[in-house]
């Protein structure tokens, strides 16, 4: 059986909150855009309540700690339609047995749900150094990011402290969604206009008139602080992926 959610993590939850209701335990959770056509496969539409999401979350909390519970959440951020199915079976037996080890990493699926995360986690914080803004004539510094994993969730508290005076909008791509924050509130924004966005660089906004003066010292100073002799392109490429280079000013 297919639960067809709606992507977001209080879906996914109410997906292990109807395996307990229907007593349907081999359920797959997953999304209209990512389920497999199959005319022997039955499908159900779950809808997201929050109520729902929130007495497995409260009662998931209870039995192993919040701090272990992040580790599903942290999981769902792979955005892995394998790594969903491994957490909602872990989340099954969870609430089956009434207790689950999370520390037990001789068991292949706890090892598995701890590396995903560990994946995930290096990718936050490659985002905390990865993104750069671009300011627009009217104040709002914009950063279009395409990260692995779906981590933006995890960072925004870290730029709301960091730049509590800003406005900025951070936006993934590869998602289609993002976060504005007014300095005084964050909230998730849906879209950026109907044309995909490829580059922070080609956006069609009207950049501030310092911006590309402060774009070029960067530049400048990123040059003159490069010793030629001592680079070492395997030793960055380990640090800084090339596959964030479109997004850094210094790259362009």
């Not at 959610?5 to 959770?29: M, N, Q």
């Not at 501030?208 to 774009?215: L, T």
Request: aromatic share 16%.
């Amino acid at each position: 059986m297919n639960y067809i959610f709606d992507g977001s993590y209080y879906g996914y939850l109410c997906c292990v909150f109807e395996a307990f209701e229907r007593k349907e335990f081999d359920a797959i959770p997953t999304t209209s855009q990512q389920l497999e056509i199959n005319i022997f496969s039955q499908k159900r539409q779950i809808h997201t309540d929050e109520l729902k999401a929130l007495r497995i979350l409260t009662a998931m909390n209870k039995i192993i700690g919040p701090q272990n519970g992040k580790i599903f959440y942290h999981n769902f951020l792979s955005d892995s339609p394998s790594e969903w199915i491994n957490g909602f079976r872990l989340m099954v037996e969870l609430f089956r047995s009434g207790k689950i080890n999370m520390q037990n990493y001789g068991r292949p699926d706890l090892l598995r749900i701890h590396q995903t995360v560990k994946k995930v986690s290096r990718e936050r914080h490659r985002m905390k150094a990865f993104i750069r803004f671009v300011k627009s004539d009217n104040g709002l510094y914009t950063a279009i990011v395409e990260p692995d994993f779906n981590v933006i969730p995890l960072v925004v508290d870290f730029f709301k402290n960091r730049f509590t005076d800003q406005q900025w909008l951070i936006y993934d791509i590869r998602r289609k969604y993002g976060f504005y924050y007014d300095c005084r509130h964050v909230e998730e924004v849906s879209s950026y206009g109907e044309d995909e966005v490829q580059n922070p660089y080609s956006l069609e906004i009207d950049l501030d008139p310092k911006e590309k003066e402060f774009q070029h010292l960067w530049k400048t100073y990123f040059k003159s602080t490069t010793i030629e002799s001592r680079q070492n392109l395997k030793l960055h490429l380990r640090h800084v992926p090339k596959r964030y280079w479109k997004y850094l000013t210094e790259k362009q």
